[in-house]
Structures are given as structure tokens and as C-alpha cells.
């Protein structure tokens, strides 16, 4: 089984940086995924980090210690848009993705 | 570029009535996988085929029924509709030859009154 553990809501002001952390527990570890999912759409592909460090990728970025078992989601010069859900999903082997509770994120003027 | 097409998009039944979702994959990927995902919840993994073959089983009751067919699409058949099916049936698919990104369609608003 997996373990996914996340922030269940944050708030942060337009323009600010903003980094949502992700911690799991997970057997046969083979990488991370992170969507974005606004209300009623579906999730977004945002990033996949299988290897410790940090992936950059605009104005998102998505690190990853295996080691730790952690994992966030940097997202800077933010935007209304940017406004959703932040789903986690570790993956096991080959398995399909098992996700977290998600973060709602809320960009505020 | 392609995406996953998902038909129709809403649906609404009775209770006890059968639907049926429809999910086209985007060309060239090889897995399919349908997610259930109810107002605040996170998307719940129901199924997944690979090569026309379940390849796992999640959360998906026995009145659900789902296979994929030789051009790849996939159909999720439900029968005995409860109210408590009412959700977001999302469709996925991925390509095992690439990094197996999982890319999700529009899905389809299920409304069991």
C-alpha cells in the first residue's frame, strides 16, 4: 500500500512563491508524479521526478529525496490561474498512480 | 496534438439503469485507465487494460464492467446504478515505451438521480 500525505489547503498571494510539500511511503518506488486539477477538469500532467533533485520546468519546479521519501511542488510568480488542486502520486512498479488528497491552492490578490 | 477523448461528457440515469462511458485513447499509447472521482474526493483508480488485457483492478464494484478493444478505445459498462455512483469517470492512457505519463481526458459527469 502507499502512504500519501499533503497539506490539505494553502493560500498564497499573486505574484508570491509557493511550495507544496508531499510525503509518502511507498514500496518498489519507480518515481513521482505531480497534476494540477482545477475544479471539475480533469488532472493536469505537471511533472515526474524519478531521480533525487530538481526538475525546472517554467515556472514550476518539483523536487524529489528518495531517501526521505519527499517530495514539493515550487511554483513561483504565481498566478489566479494557478489556482487548483495539487495532486502527489508516488508510483510503485508498474502499478497504476494512486493519488493523494491533493493540496487546494488558493492565489489571492 | 491528441488527446483522450471521453464520450459523452455528462450523463444522467435513473437509479437501476445500465451506462456506458466511452474512452479513446491518444494514438499510439497502449494502456487505459478509468478513475472515479466524487465531489471533493481524489480520483480513485478503477481499472486498467493493457494490450486489450486487465492489467489491475482497483476500487471498481462488480456492477462495473470495463474492457478495451482491438483499436484500443475502452468502454466502462455500468449496471444497477446507485446514487452513490454519481461522479467524475475519468479516462487515462500512457505508453509503456515512453515514461508512462499517465494523460487524462475530459471525463464524463455521471448524474444517478
Known amino acids: 500500500g502507499q502512504n500519501i500525505d499533503q497539506p490539505t489547503e494553502m493560500t498564497a498571494t499573486e505574484g508570491a512563491i509557493v511550495q507544496i510539500n508531499c510525503t509518502y511511503q511507498t514500496s518498489g518506488f519507480n518515481g513521482l508524479f505531480w497534476y494540477q486539477q482545477h475544479a471539475g477538469e480533469a488532472p493536469t500532467f505537471l511533472s515526474y521526478?524519478?531521480?533525487?533533485g530538481l526538475e525546472e520546468k517554467g515556472r514550476f519546479s518539483s523536487f524529489l529525496s528518495r531517501s526521505k521519501g519527499y517530495s514539493y511542488l515550487l511554483l513561483k510568480e504565481l498566478q489566479m490561474k494557478d489556482s487548483a488542486s495539487y495532486l502527489c502520486?508516488?508510483?510503485?512498479?508498474?502499478?497504476?498512480?494512486?493519488f493523494g488528497k491533493g493540496t487546494r491552492l488558493s492565489v489571492i490578490a | 496534438a491528441a488527446g483522450v477523448i471521453q464520450s459523452p461528457r455528462h450523463l444522467i440515469k435513473e437509479k437501476r439503469e445500465t451506462a456506458t462511458l466511452k474512452c479513446y485513447p491518444i494514438p499510439r499509447h497502449d494502456t487505459v485507465y478509468w478513475y472515479q472521482q466524487g465531489p471533493g474526493q481524489d480520483p480513485q483508480f478503477l481499472i486498467s487494460?493493457?494490450?486489450?488485457?486487465?492489467?489491475d483492478k482497483g476500487s471498481i464494484p462488480d456492477r462495473f464492467s470495463a474492457q478495451q478493444f482491438s483499436d484500443y478505445h475502452s468502454e466502462l459498462n455500468m449496471s444497477s446504478l446507485e446514487l452513490g455512483d454519481s461522479a467524475l469517470y475519468f479516462c487515462?492512457?500512457?505508453?509503456?515505451?515512453?515514461?508512462?505519463?499517465?494523460?487524462f481526458g475530459p471525463g464524463t459527469r455521471l448524474t444517478v438521480l
Open positions: 487494460f493493457y494490450e486489450k488485457m486487465q492489467s
Open positions: 487515462a492512457s500512457s505508453s509503456t515505451r515512453r515514461t508512462d505519463t499517465q494523460y
Open positions: 521526478n524519478v531521480l533525487d
Open positions: 502520486a508516488p508510483r510503485s512498479g508498474n502499478t497504476p498512480l494512486v
